[in-house]
């Protein structure tokens, strides 16, 4: 019987082994490629901060060198190569879209770019603090939003704009703007703004609260001025619908409002303790002491508590009030005006007692 050979010729062999090399070449390739792909397109490459997640803010008009100015600036990338080669190929520059996008510490170059070229930025939340006076409220919205500052004022200060959009005028625009929460895009422009406060307030004034204002003879307007001097008067719960309620007295009997607030606008300081008889003399249409009925605007941007006190007022036969001598920031209510003499008597001797002047 024959016998087979005991090994393959060398030609074979040679082949056999230059074959599985380029197996491997190409296993080891494809691997290669894959990791590359990976590395480029799903790695993670948003920066990891301890001080807590990271914001991408791209200003409108901002071009792509801009954008990427700002990655790298503030070291948001770990890779900024891998997301300039990705972002030339997706056509990233051609579709710049300004705003605030929350770079998620898992996002890659593929998701980031998804995420600026449609737009899909984040909200900013913010609390809009009640302010008395119109530079209060732009120093506000330019430190929370782009909206331009100079463009906010110049509209706050347009008549025309005012009444066409909002049926208001420089005086009673302060009505437009309720304190509280606000979710806006960090992009929102300076009309964008006031439309959103106008949004808000329009969903206060629902039915039920226009039929409330209807019953008292007062315009919404008119319901925020007197909320205005109710929310300076006191920060108590409890005594806003009771002080709603004296000021309601007075003006359906034509009697002045003679509201300490109101004269604090006038003069121009809110941190005096205590009003003097000068003060009473100010030439102002804000000065109640001398001008019958509410006063042209709101002296300070009233929120839904004082609203609401003015809303439901406490129905009583109070047409006096003033603080306790105690200093608790309650107040005590009388029909009278001999009786309110006694209670203000006590509460001068106990700020004289303080060395209280002004």
């Known amino acids: 019987m024959a016998q087979l050979p005991s090994a393959l010729p060398s030609s074979r062999r040679r082949?056999?082994?230059v074959a599985g090399g380029l197996l491997l070449l190409i296993v080891l390739g494809g691997a290669g490629a894959c990791y590359v792909a990976w590395r480029v397109l799903w790695q993670p490459n948003v920066t990891v901060s301890a001080f807590g997640p990271a914001y991408l803010y791209i200003r409108t008009g901002s071009s792509y060198q801009a954008v990427l100015d700002s990655l790298e600036k503030h070291d948001l990338l770990r890779e900024?190569?891998?997301?300039?080669w990705l972002a030339a190929r997706r056509e990233y520059p051609a579709h710049i879209r300004p705003g605030r996008y929350l770079l998620d510490p898992e996002l890659g170059n593929a998701a980031l770019l998804?995420?600026?070229r449609h737009g899909r930025q984040d909200t900013v939340a913010f609390e809009l603090n009640a302010f008395k006076y119109k530079p209060q409220l732009v120093r506000q919205v330019s430190r929370?939003?782009?909206a331009d500052s100079s463009a906010l004022r110049r509209l706050l200060n347009d008549n025309a704009f005012l009444r066409r959009r909002y049926q208001l005028d420089t005086t009673t625009v302060l009505t437009l703007f309720l304190p509280g929460p606000y979710r806006l895009f960090w992009n929102t422009s300076a009309r964008q703004f006031l439309d959103s406060a106008a949004a808000t307030h329009g969903r206060f004034w629902n039915p039920r609260r226009r039929r409330q204002a209807d019953s008292l003879r007062l315009s919404p307007v008119q319901v925020h001025v007197l909320a205005s001097i109710v929310q300076r008067e006191t920060a108590k719960p409890g005594d806003k619908p009771i002080i709603a309620g004296v000021y309601l007295n007075r003006?359906?009997?034509?009697m002045r409002l003679q509201a300490d607030p109101t004269l604090l606008w006038a003069i121009g300081n809110f941190g005096v303790k205590r009003v003097?008889?000068?003060d009473k003399l100010v030439d102002s249409p804000y000065n109640t002491y001398k001008h019958k009925g509410l006063p042209p605007g709101p002296i300070t941007s009233a929120n839904r508590q004082s609203l609401n006190a003015v809303l439901q007022p406490t129905a009583h036969r109070y047409f006096f009030f003033c603080a306790r001598p105690d200093l608790s920031?309650?107040?005590d209510?009388?029909?009278?005006?001999a009786a309110h003499r006694r209670t203000a008597r006590r509460y001068q001797h106990a700020l004289d007692s303080l060395k209280i002047r002004r």
């Open 15 to 17: 082949w056999r082994r």
């Open 276 to 278: 003097l008889n000068r």
């Open 144 to 146: 929370q939003l782009e």
């Open 329 to 331: 920031g309650f107040s």
């Open 333 to 337: 209510f009388a029909e009278t005006y």
């Open 251 to 254: 003006l359906r009997t034509n």
């Open 80 to 84: 900024p190569a891998t997301f300039r």
């Open 114 to 116: 998804d995420r600026l």
